[in-house]
């Protein structure tokens, strides 16, 4: 089940950026199912994870997305969803 909360994070994600401890768990999640690829960015001594969505987490987040638009107009008060 993809909430309305891994939506935004994962749409921080498209194009790649630094990990932080709030999205943590959910990217770890993600990326076991194939839907985010980790790795790491070292700048100054310094060791921060990385994570870029794959090719099929970019086409789950826009089905996601889609189907987001129609609960929220369907019934305002479901945030969740299939995927």
Known sequence: ?????????LEKFKKGKN???DEKNIIEQ????GFVKMGINIKNDKIEETAI???L???ILKKAKILNRINKIKNPKIRNFLA
């Open 19 to 21: 990990i932080s401890n």
């Open 57 to 59: 987490g970019k086409r």
């Open 30 to 33: 993600f990326r076991k199912i």
């Open 1 to 9: 089940m993809i909430t309305s909360n891994d939506v935004e994070v």
């Open 53 to 55: 969505l794959t090719p």
